[in-house]
């Protein structure tokens, strides 16, 4: 795996005055644009007394091949309409029971978005008590395709169930959606993120049309997959490098007491009765020296991390730097300052 698509569902936060009319069905995809890589992680930043959102920190754009495939989809749909109706229809023609099952749409009389500070009845299941005259109205669409709009998506911990806090996020990030999942992801496993949108992230918000959004979703994600060239995603990094190192460093560094770990017996360096093998002279030159380096370092980080298959001698490198420590230190004592090597 070189690339990933964050397919799911998401709260729309609808825009009218500026012409963003999102509706339940319709998609959200991240996209860069500025200084935003088109996920932005909102509980990250603050909202300053004067007003104005101060955003911390960055997530990753989406890689590259990706945002290609992306620009090349947009640029055919001035052109054609997009597949995502006759995938959703033939995914219903293929397997009839989904339609008992809500995965078609729940149809536009069943989505209704409410005004700012128009509450919902918390006593009530369903919004049939709900104030009428705080229905937004919304002309009607000339199809019931799902639209697709490219923007911000905002992420975190928090379900968002209140207009008030969605349209902050719109005036904080310019966001189009809100989601609980792309935030922890972006930085360890870049990828685009598809957003079918369910609810307007409101005290109104249910369940009714989670099903249908997460194939709305489903569905732009293979019209996406069309246009992935495979040649140049053979030239991104697996995610199997790019997880296995970042993770497993960032995890190590900072999650586990070093101290803690255990040494597995008979295994130390110099334990009784074990004969090493160093790395042959005038071998490994770069490499030795990089570790060297960080072990005569005092602020190291407490972890050299050594990666690679089975067999292409990490424990032999382990070995010969061990044996130089040694040598650097006749009287015997090694002094990592509690780094693992
Ligand atoms: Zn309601």
């Given amino acids: 795996m070189r690339v990933g698509l964050l397919g799911g569902i998401g709260g729309g936060i609808p825009d009218l005055e500026q012409g963003v009319d999102i509706r339940l069905g319709d998609v959200v995809i991240s996209q860069p644009s500025g ?27 989406p890689p590259t091949v990706l945002l290609t495939a992306l620009q090349s989809l947009k640029a055919e749909h001035e052109l054609e309409e997009s597949q995502m109706s006759i995938y959703l229809t033939k995914m219903l023609e293929r397997r009839p029971k989904m339609r008992s099952t809500g995965h078609a749409s729940p149809s536009v009389e069943n989505d209704v978005l409410y005004r700012t500070g128009a509450e919902h009845i ?48 719109r005036t904080d990030l310019g966001a189009l959606c809100v989601e609980m999942e792309a935030a922890g992801l972006m930085n360890n496993f870049p990828c685009l993120v598809i957003r079918g949108i369910c609810d307007y992230a409101d005290s109104h918000k249910n369940d009714r049309w989670q099903k249908y959004a997460a194939c709305t979703a489903a569905a732009f994600a293979k019209e996406l997959l069309l246009h992935v060239s495979a040649e140049q995603t053979s030239h991104e990094e697996s995610i199997g490098q790019i997880l296995g190192i970042a993770t497993s460093l960032s ?5 586990i007491d070093l101290d803690q770990l255990r040494v597995a017996e008979g295994a130390e360096f110099d334990a009784y009765g074990q004969v090493h093998a160093a790395c042959h002279p005038a071998t490994r ?34 070995w010969t730097i061990a044996q130089w420590l040694t040598d650097q230190a006749p009287s015997g004592v090694v002094d990592l300052g509690g780094s693992f090597f």
Wanted: hydrophobic share 30%; with cysteine; charged share 20%.
């Fill in 35 to 61: 200084t935003s890589g088109g996920v932005e992680q909102y509980d990250l930043g603050k909202s300053t007394t004067g007003g104005i959102f101060e955003r911390k920190g960055m997530l990753n754009a």
């Fill in 122 to 169: 918390q006593s009530m299941a369903t919004c049939d008590a709900c104030d009428l005259q705080g229905q937004v109205s919304r002309p009607t669409r000339a199809t019931s395709r799902p639209y697709i709009h490219y923007g911000v998506v905002a992420s975190g911990n928090q379900v968002i169930k209140s207009s008030a806090k969605r349209d902050q996020l």
């Fill in 251 to 255: 995890r190590l560094n900072t999650k």
């Fill in 285 to 318: 030159i770069d490499l030795l020296h990089s570790i060297q380096n960080w072990a005569r370092q005092p602020d190291r980080k407490r972890i050299f991390w050594l990666n690679g298959m089975a067999g292409t001698g990490k424990s032999t490198i382990s």
